[in-house]
């Protein structure tokens, strides 16, 4: 970024900084400069000049100079009633703008403006001084945002004040609020009363966290904390349930899920992908949101994915079924919690014992695949050489008929009121051609059902959302065969089967596995589930129904195979499968599972694009920039997974090696018309939100920005570019140590360097 050698220099851009909030500098009725402020005893006083009060002690370091009897505020921003709102003070970017506070502060006195923005074009920080200290932010908030700032602190009752409810109604019965639910409302009361903004929640799969959180966010509304709220999520099914759980326990709020080609729309409640989201973030000011939710938190404080979730100054609610020894030091430091200290948690086996999730137990005698002594980088890097190392025709027809003659013997004790029998069944297979292979064999058990015992469900499936609907509500199919897309996010609580036909070595991925089965369903009289483990993954992580696996140091299989370390510039698991996302080079596609090269994929995808939107009424929309109806969205996703290319959204990601990528995203690209931000514009961008997503000082994020401009120059920031020209001229070694420590300062530039740089690169 240029630097701003003078304060005119900051005010250009930070003329730019207000448009894009939408003020308009040259309207005197929204933004005025050089506003002049003079003490009241000043007989130079004129009309349009505001008296300046005694300065107040109490706010301001006694030991700062006094502004003087006269001064000029550089920025006012007035309400649509012509009241001031904001004084913005502007420094050049030399100076780090926190300091401006002790100048700015007598300026809003006086112009009785409740809020202050300090900034230098680079770095901003937002203050509402009768409430809070002054915090980094992306940008300038609208005049919508702090004209809602104004008014919701003026109608803000305690939380308190509104009752935690006894019980509720979803799903057209009647809950009872669980005790831990109840525990973790009054937990967040607490802490967001005495001004912590930030908020971490750890509850195991199927312990209701999305109806926790639907019945405080009322709770927020109620007590006039909350009008605007964003509710991430980083998988469809994920964003399909919360939108479900949203209308049904706050039908008085309007609420929506934001897609990628659709028009914004001005509601109370925004469901988004995490991905549409990153691509959609600049449509919104900094203050627009009042509360935001991230599911599966735990995936997103990372790199890009995070320039979505930082954006927003607000108050920010993290879930996690992740046991904490999993999640990222990131997370922790984001939410502003100890490491490995959620502000709230409730262990998978309090929630066993008390009965709020059903416990399952391992299949005996099942034949497991000596997986053991294949290569750890097998699965990582190439899950079909995998598959053809491990598995034929004989070993995939030993699997599913060991697990259905099992499933049907012992259903009964399972679920007593499971008919017809064996009851519901996920299988987790290893790649789109084994899954096929799996789904044919266990149909030739079921010849009377014509094909109608198993299903695959992937992504590639002609409508994988009505398939997913069908075996939720549906006798039939009995068994989903899945790769990726029922591992996390998916909600059916009559499984009453587990069947593990792939290796899995990710802690994070076997738990969550594992939790598809653990929701109660008392209306079968559900009393446990049974997992059929092929390869032999419960003995690598040391699980038993009697010793649950949550995380700690992590298991060694029964032959001593250690548990694979995390790897430099491993991805963090974000719901994609992320061994396919770099290093793999073919899309596997269709039913058969086909392998393409990425590069013949993407060729073919961009050709067919480009000689349909001639035609096509709903491409030309998007290449003309043309909100979609929601309706039209899933139309055209659907036309274009037909059989002959399978272009999908979960390929495209593959193809493209762009996890964060949507649909319309790579439309645009394959017609010319996506906006590709440079390499420096992105780095500013990872930047600014990974500075925004810790709680370093003022004088600790001036440091980082020195670094971050090395960074931007030489593509990286390593530890001893810190005793290397330029940055030893300035001794930036010393100044690091003095200000971090000596293992801190290798801790935050190592960060600094895998969160922006490396992710970007």
């Known amino acids: ?61 006694p030991a700062a100079p006094h502004p003087g009897p006269r001064g000029r505020a550089d920025y006012v921003l007035y309400d649509q009633r012509g009241r001031p709102l904001a004084v913005i003070e502007a420094k050049k970017n030399a100076i780090n703008p926190y300091v401006a506070k002790q100048q700015a502060l007598p300026y809003a006195q006086s112009l009785d403006a409740p809020f202050i923005f300090l900034t230098n074009g680079e770095l901003t920080y937002f203050w509402d ?45 009647t809950r009872t609020l669980r005790p831990y639910q109840a525990e973790a409302m009054r937990a967040m009361d607490h802490a967001f009363e005495l001004g912590k903004r930030r908020f971490l929640i750890e509850l195991p799969t199927g312990t209701g966290k999305t109806d926790l959180i ?80 991230m599911d599966e938190c735990h995936r997103s404080i990372y790199g890009a994915w995070q320039t979505a979730l930082t954006k927003f100054d607000a108050i920010h609610i993290g879930l996690t079924a992740t046991p904490a020894g999993y999640i990222e030091r990131n997370t922790y430091e ?62 995939n027809r030993l699997m599913v008929e060991e697990f259905d003659r099992l499933a049907w013997e012992h259903y009964g004790e399972l679920a007593p009121g499971q008919d017809p029998g064996p009851g519901k069944a996920i299988v987790f297979a290893i790649t789109k051609h084994h899954a096929a292979r799996l789904t044919q064999y266990l149909n030739e058990l079921h010849p009377e059902l014509n094909g109608r015992y198993a299903e695959v469900i992937t992504s590639d499936v002609a409508d994988a959302d009505a398939l997913i609907r069908k075996f939720k509500r549906e006798t039939y199919p ?98 994609l499968e992320d061994e396919w996302l770099q290093a793999v080079t073919y899309v596997e596609v269709g039913p058969e599972g086909e392998r393409v090269d990425k590069r013949e994929y993407v060729s073919r995808w961009e050709e067919t694009i480009r000689a349909s939107a001639t035609e096509d009424t709903i491409l030309q929309k998007i290449r003309d920039a ?27 990601r593959r193809a493209y090696r762009n996890p964060a990528g949507n649909l319309i995203d790579f439309i645009r690209a394959a017609l010319g018309r996506l906006e590709i931000k440079s390499r420096e514009e992105q780095l500013e961008e990872a930047f600014r939100a990974w500075l925004i997503s810790h709680a370093f000082d ?23 570019d810190l005793f290397k020209p330029p940055l030893s001229i300035l001794d930036a070694a010393g100044l690091g140590v003095e200000l971090f420590g000596e293992e801190g300062l290798k801790r935050v530039v190592e960060d600094l360097d895998e969160s922006v740089f490396q992710t970007a690169s």
């Open 214 to 293: 639907c019945l405080y966010l009322k709770r927020l509304f109620e007590a006039g904390w909350a009008e605007r709220v964003l509710f991430l999520v980083d998988r469809e099914q994920l964003a399909k349930q919360a939108k479900e759980a949203v209308q049904d326990l706050l039908p008085a709020h309007s609420s929506y899920w934001l897609r990628p080609g659709m028009a914004r729309q001005e509601q109370q409640i925004t469901v988004a992908l995490l991905q549409t989201m990153i691509g959609r973030v600049d449509e919104y000011t900094a203050g627009y949101f009042d509360v935001v939710i």
């Open 626 to 652: 043309v909100p979609l109806e929601e309706h039209e969205e899933e139309e055209l996703a659907r036309r274009l997974n037909r059989p002959e290319y399978f272009f999908n959204e979960d390929n495209l």
């Open 478 to 575: 009995m068994v989903a065969v899945s790769v990726g897309m029922l591992d996390t996010g998916f909600d059916c609580r009559e499984v009453l089967h587990l069947v593990m036909c792939r290796r899995v070595r990710s802690p994070i991925l076997y738990q969550q596995m594992r939790g598809r089965g653990t929701r109660t369903a008392p209306h079968i009289g559900k009393r446990g589930f049974v997992i059929y483990d092929f390869f032999g993954n419960h003995h690598y992580f040391n699980d038993s129904d009697i010793d649950i696996f949550t995380g700690g140091t992590g298991g060694t299989g029964s032959a001593g195979e250690p548990a694979r370390a995390k790897l430099p510039g491993d991805l963090v698991e974000l719901g």
């Open 334 to 395: 984001f939410y502003q919690c100890k490491p490995g200290q959620p502000d709230f948690s409730y262990a998978i086996q309090d929630a066993f014992r008390d009965g709020y999730l059903v416990p399952y137990r391992f299949a005996t005698g099942v034949t497991e695949l000596l997986a053991e002594g294949a290569d750890v980088e097998d699965e990582h890097y190439d899950p079909v050489a995998f598959e053809r190392q491990w598995t034929n025709e004989e070993t």
């Open 129 to 173: 001084w009768k409430n809070d200290d002054a915090r980094p932010v992306t940008g300038f908030f609208s005049r919508r945002d702090l004209e809602r700032m104004v008014e919701r602190e003026q109608a803000k009752e305690p939380l308190a004040t509104v009752p935690i409810p006894e019980h509720y109604f979803r799903q057209g019965e």
């Open 1 to 61: 970024m240029t630097r701003y050698e003078s304060e005119a220099d900051a005010r250009i851009v930070i003329d730019d900084l207000l448009r894009q909030a939408g003020w308009d500098p040259t309207d005197k009725s929204m933004v005025r400069t050089e506003v002049m402020v003079a003490s009241e005893s000043d007989p130079a006083a004129q009309p349009g000049v505001y008296p300046m009060p005694p300065r107040d002690p109490s706010a301001v370091d």
């Open 698 to 720: 003022p004088r600790q994020a001036e440091y980082l920005s020195l670094l971050k401009n090395r960074g931007i120059a030489t593509g990286h920031v390593r530890i001893e």
